[in-house]
């Protein structure tokens, strides 16, 4: 999140709004007056007119904005374009990074987009990356920066530097042969703590910030207070809270093999992060981890919120102490090396990117991708879009090694591929590998979203090839119970044979904080859906039935939303619930659900 982004927001929703159509805007007026007012911080009428008509209401400051483009139309994308081009412009004429800093923050405040302090600190955080970049790629255009974050059908990123290809050995497959073996193992998935150090119980739980049941945001005339274990407001989560989830797990489950931890240590607070503060999280949730894991292998992966500020994954080449991100690739690597999880040979790669590779058992591989370099708000896609710190070609020679070797994968990452917000060619591109190794690659594990949902990967011929589980979220941000999964895995082929979901209910937690959540098993995959196997393949039927069927796209829709009452309180007929079991569609050639499920 920063200006142009923030800026994004109010045009997304005023077209929702006072806006309509692109005949009542006049953009070239709207960027002629922004620029005039840059330029000599002088408010006309007209100027002033402009502001008040695009002026956001307070309740809508915290929307995510992204999920609200599909209903947009070029008009945003135009708009976006002639903001960015005018600043852009004010940069290449000398403007220094303390006027354009002053005058952002003033911006955002007078559009309503947030508090000053939030505008203050976002932009703060975010403006010498951004600038960085604008001065080091004369080139870059406004256009390329408006079709990177709102890529569409009505904004596209049409750059040519945005279109590659990875090359991948499409030679005949070689036949994995399976283990002759009835042992199975236990996998736990942990993800999306969002340990927040400024969790305040009975604090402001609707403080109008990005995050909320913090320190600092009580009030005189609060209306809701902060729960104990946690809150459904968008709020993040208790040490307290993350302490009973993993020690109640190391309690109740005392068979797992493994863990998956898929991500995101770090809080909503995007405003006020820093690089100390988010080392000194780092270091505090992955020491008590291993002291409560002390003798269980840990598969660890990076989220979108671990570096400073959040979304931001510099190239290796990036040094400077305000932008790159070695230092958080350092860090992961000597912590996740010393506890004994990984062997000293991941250090190259976690140093090149944030991602590795390891044997974790023999015919068994695990591949951990630092996916959060596709995300759109990863500003440095900007600079560097090719395939960044050559993570997907090193994918596909690792697979092939794999492949070579009759070896079975899975792969951790923390941004899943149904994601919108990952880049489109390197969506495409990491789809065109999971096709073409999908014989070997036998699970995939993500987190990010905080929903219980699963993706399905088809081919051009609509074939299903692969599936991806997420799972979840410790945090209950937002209006979302607390979960963890436990998955059965076949020693002989390595797919997922069924998974636990365990959760407890927030709102009953909170009722007495003297007495510890109750965790419970909410479901089981197969049981729930009455499935007698998870293969892809039966995967791929019971989507196909289940679209049709409203008992389970009832299920699902109340799985998907943990069971939290704040989220199943709106309205969604079942049109409305199939869009939540077709977004679990991946296509290689972006199809529809109908064109799938129907042809």
């Known amino acids: 999140m920063w200006f142009w982004q923030l800026i994004l927001s109010v045009l997304v929703l005023s077209t929702g709004g006072m806006i309509r159509d692109s005949k009542d805007i006049d953009v070239s007026l709207f960027t002629n007056e922004i620029e005039l007012w840059a330029k000599l911080e002088h408010e006309t009428e007209l100027f002033k007119d402009m502001i008040q008509s695009l002026r956001i209401p307070t309740e809508f400051q915290n929307l995510d904005w992204k999920s609200l483009t599909a209903t947009s139309n070029t008009a945003i994308c135009i708009i976006c374009q002639g903001i960015v081009k005018t600043f852009m412009n004010l940069r290449h004429e000398g403007m220094s990074e303390e006027n354009i800093k002053h005058k952002i923050i003033k911006l955002c405040v007078l559009l309503n987009i947030q508090t000053e302090k939030v505008c203050k600190g976002v932009i703060e955080l975010n403006l010498p990356v951004i600038l960085y970049i604008v001065d080091s790629k004369p080139n870059l255009t406004a256009t390329t920066i408006c079709g990177v974050v709102l890529e569409s059908k009505s904004c596209p990123l049409k750059d040519p530097e945005f279109i590659w290809n990875i090359d991948i050995n499409n030679k005949p497959n070689i036949i994995i042969t399976e283990n002759e073996t009835q042992e199975q193992m236990k996998i736990l998935q942990i993800t999306d703590l969002h340990y927040d150090p400024l969790y305040e119980p009975n604090g402001n739980s609707n403080c109008g910030e990005p995050v909320c049941c ?45 863990i998956y931890f898929t991500g995101d240590i770090i809080d909503h607070g995007v405003w006020e992060t820093s690089k100390e503060g988010n080392i000194e999280s780092l270091i505090k949730i992955y020491n008590y981890i291993n002291n409560v894991f002390n003798d269980t292998i840990i598969y660890p992966i990076l989220g979108n919120h671990e570096p400073n500020p959040l979304n931001q994954f510099a190239p290796k080449s990036i040094t400077q102490n ?32 944030g991602y590795y590779t390891v044997n974790s058992k023999k015919k068994f591989r695990i591949i951990a991708l630092n996916t959060n370099v596709c995300y759109s708000y990863n500003w440095w896609l900007w600079y560097s879009p090719k395939d960044p710190d050559n993570q997907l070609q090193w994918l596909v020679n690792t697979l092939l090694e794999a492949e070579k070797n009759n070896e079975f994968v899975h792969i951790l990452s923390h941004i899943p591929a149904n994601s919108n917000s990952c880049l489109r060619t390197w969506k495409r591109e990491y789809l065109r590998i999971i096709n073409r190794f999908s014989h070997l690659i036998k699970a995939e594990f993500n987190g990010h979203t905080h929903n219980d949902e699963i993706a399905i990967f088809y081919n051009s011929n609509n074939e299903a090839k692969n599936v991806a589980w997420n799972g979840g979220s410790i945090t209950a941000y937002s209006k979302l119970n607390p979960n963890y999964k436990i ?10 044979t069924d998974y636990q979901n365990w959760m407890y209910d927030l709102s009953l937690a909170n009722k007495n904080i003297n007495i510890r959540p109750t965790w419970y098993k909410s479901y089981s995959f197969k049981t729930e859906y009455g499935l007698s196997d998870l293969s892809v393949k039966s995967l791929s039927n019971w989507l196909s039935i289940a679209i049709k069927n409203e008992t389970l796209l009832n299920k699902y829709y109340k799985n998907f939303y943990k069971q939290a009452k704040p989220s199943l309180q709106g309205i969604c007929n079942l049109n409305c619930k199939k869009q939540y079991l077709c977004r679990t569609i991946v296509h290689l050639e972006s199809k529809s659900c109908n064109d799938i499920l129907e042809g």
């Open 214 to 258: 913090r320190k600092g945001q009580n009030k005189t005339g609060i209306t809701s207070l902060a729960g104990f274990w946690g809150d459904y407001k968008s709020c993040d989560t208790p040490w307290h809270a993350i302490t009973d989830a993993l020690k109640h797990i190391k309690d109740i489950h005392q068979d797992i093999d493994v």
């Open 487 to 496: 998955y059965t895995v076949n020693c002989s082929n390595y797919e997922v």
């Open 322 to 353: 305000n932008l790159t991100t070695n230092w958080l690739y350092k860090l992961m690597a000597d912590l996740w090396i010393e506890y004994g999880w990984l062997p000293e040979s991941t250090r190259s790669t976690i140093l090149q990117g």
